[in-house]
């Protein structure tokens, strides 16, 4: 036989083609320096409203130094899986530390939000079972969802009543498991969880909330959404994440010591995959001190929210209806917001235009995160080329 010359990839060259000609090709910046409110982007000095760095942890002193303080006591990597190799006083400390933190029965971790969604909705549930998924849930939570086997039940974003609908109208099952992001983060609104609580106790269905959003954003401290909700206990599984506002890497399942020790014992990311490594728990150990001890960031990250919201309105900006940190800045068009994130990079401003798939066509946006990082002149100094911008544009008058 003569081998063929056809190229296997050709398929991928053309649907990369296609999305350069779509203009949804994604293009990287590549950062010269550490993740804060200002980073050197191509040379310059940008102001940052890309990150989820809401405490600004991601560059703090305190992480930094008890990471290479753990780095010299504990190495580097774990080695392996925990179950083979063995865990780390560090893991297990951390773990303790976080459900102390958040008022939950116990904590295990993995290695970002996106495993601990994969680690423990197939872990609940299976292909006799359904799950009830908020159409906005995040892709994590999709993944987890398919992987599950799980018959998937998407009820409209937000909509208890039609959760309840689609409850009433689902029959065949074993199991059942209620699921939804607890802030959606490309609108900033807040899952109802007392509600959905409610739904839950009522027809005796597992409920899970991804929280990556609100973890070290919402309830007292920085302590989540079940926190801030009060509703310790109640919640069956809390998923949230350290690479956000704890400004790190790293993921984690709070919940029951049952359905942790379940995980333990059966979640595939934790048997087949590593932990986190040494300087990373370090740094999130130090961040829970941090917040246990003290509100100040948190507090800084909504005054500034609050301010920065504030004066956009006043300039005649629509900001959709964001209870969070998360502002989204409605432009309609993708070409609109494309242009305009554009514009503030020309004039220093970092910020990250969201154009559909991730949101619906014709609701493009620029999407503005909020940092305790930022300084009051920061926030002046967007704010004025956000006026610049929006008039040049024609978006504000
Ligand atoms: C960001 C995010 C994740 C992923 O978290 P990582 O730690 O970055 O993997 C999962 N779920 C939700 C809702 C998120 O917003």
Same mark, same amino acid.
Request: glycine share 8%; proline share 4%; with cysteine.
């Given at each position: 036989?003569t081998p063929?010359?056809?190229?296997k990839? @050709?398929?991928?060259?053309?649907?990369?083609?296609?999305?350069?000609?779509?203009?949804?090709?994604?293009?990287?910046?590549?950062?010269?320096?550490?993740?804060?409110?200002?980073?050197?982007?191509?040379?310059?000095?940008m102001?940052?409203?890309?990150?989820?760095?809401?405490?600004?942890?991601?560059?703090?002193?305190?992480?930094?130094?008890a990471?290479?303080r753990?780095?010299?006591t504990?190495?580097?990597?774990?080695?392996?899986v925990?179950?083979?190799?063995?865990? $780390?006083?560090?893991?297990?400390?951390?773990? @303790?530390?976080?459900?102390a933190?958040?008022g939950?029965?116990?904590?295990?971790?993995?290695?970002?939000?996106?495993?601990?969604?994969?680690?423990?909705?197939?872990?609940l549930?299976?292909?006799?079972?359904?799950?009830?998924?908020?159409?906005l849930?995040?892709?994590s939570?999709?993944? !987890?969802?398919?992987?599950?086997?799980?018959?998937?039940?998407?009820?409209?974003?937000?909509?208890?009543?039609?959760?309840?609908?689609?409850i009433?109208?689902?029959?065949?099952?074993?199991?059942?498991?209620?699921i939804?992001? !607890?802030v959606?983060?490309m609108?900033?609104?807040?899952?109802?969880?007392?509600?959905?609580y409610?739904?839950?106790?009522?027809?005796?269905?597992?409920? $899970?909330?991804?929280?990556?959003?609100?973890?070290?954003?919402?309830?007292?401290?920085?302590?989540?959404i079940?926190d801030?909700?009060?509703?310790?206990?109640?919640?069956?599984?809390?998923?949230?994440?350290?690479?956000?506002?704890?400004?790190?890497?790293?993921?984690?399942?709070? !919940?029951? @010591?049952?359905?942790?020790?379940?995980?333990?014992?059966?979640?595939?990311?934790f048997?087949?995959?590593?932990?986190?490594?040494?300087?990373?728990?370090?740094?999130?150990?130090?961040a829970?001190?941090?917040?246990?001890?003290?509100?100040?960031?948190v507090?800084?990250?909504?005054s500034?929210?609050?301010w920065?919201?504030?004066?956009?309105?006043?300039? !005649?900006?629509?900001?959709?209806?964001?209870?969070?940190?998360?502002?989204?800045?409605?432009?309609g068009?993708?070409?609109?917001?494309?242009?305009?994130?554009?514009?503030?990079?020309e004039?220093?401003?970092?910020? $990250?235009?969201?154009?559909?798939?991730t949101?619906p066509?014709?609701?493009a946006?620029?999407?503005?995160?909020?940092?305790?990082?930022?300084?009051?002149?920061?926030?002046?100094?967007?704010?004025?080329?956000?006026e610049?911008?929006?008039?040049?544009? @024609?978006?504000?008058?």
């Amino acid at each position: 036989m003569t081998p063929s010359t056809e190229d296997k990839t @050709q398929f991928l060259t053309d649907q990369l083609n296609e999305l350069k000609s779509q203009g949804l090709f994604n293009t990287i910046r590549t950062i010269d320096s550490p993740m804060d409110a200002h980073i050197v982007i191509d040379g310059r000095r940008m102001l940052n409203f890309c990150a989820n760095n809401y405490l600004g942890l991601a560059n703090h002193p305190r992480l930094k130094d008890a990471a290479k303080r753990a780095i010299d006591t504990y190495g580097i990597g774990p080695g392996a899986v925990r179950t083979i190799a063995g865990t $780390m006083s560090l893991h297990t400390q951390l773990e @303790q530390r976080l459900a102390a933190f958040k008022g939950a029965d116990a904590v295990i971790t993995m290695q970002s939000g996106f495993t601990a969604n994969l680690a423990v909705i197939p872990a609940l549930v299976g292909k006799e079972d359904v799950i009830f998924s908020d159409r906005l849930n995040h892709a994590s939570i999709i993944d !987890g969802c398919r992987l599950s086997r799980a018959t998937i039940v998407a009820y409209e974003h937000n909509d208890v009543d039609d959760l309840r609908r689609k409850i009433a109208e689902t029959t065949d099952y074993r199991r059942r498991l209620i699921i939804s992001d !607890g802030v959606f983060s490309m609108d900033g609104d807040i899952a109802p969880l007392p509600q959905l609580y409610e739904v839950a106790q009522e027809h005796n269905i597992l409920l $899970m909330v991804d929280d990556a959003h609100g973890e070290g954003v919402l309830g007292k401290g920085g302590r989540g959404i079940v926190d801030h909700f009060d509703l310790h206990g109640k919640v069956d599984v809390e998923v949230g994440t350290m690479s956000k506002a704890f400004g790190v890497v790293g993921g984690l399942i709070a !919940g029951k @010591q049952v359905i942790i020790d379940w995980l333990r014992q059966r979640a595939r990311p934790f048997l087949f995959s590593s932990a986190m490594t040494v300087p990373d728990v370090a740094a999130c150990l130090e961040a829970v001190d941090m917040l246990e001890t003290s509100d100040e960031l948190v507090k800084r990250l909504w005054s500034n929210a609050a301010w920065f919201k504030e004066r956009m309105k006043a300039l !005649g900006y629509d900001i959709g209806h964001s209870e969070t940190p998360i502002v989204p800045v409605m432009l309609g068009e993708a070409s609109t917001a494309q242009q305009f994130s554009r514009k503030l990079f020309e004039n220093g401003i970092f910020a $990250m235009a969201i154009t559909f798939p991730t949101v619906p066509q014709g609701k493009a946006r620029i999407r503005v995160m909020n940092s305790a990082a930022h300084s009051p002149s920061d926030l002046e100094e967007a704010l004025v080329v956000f006026e610049k911008v929006g008039k040049e544009l @024609q978006v504000i008058s």
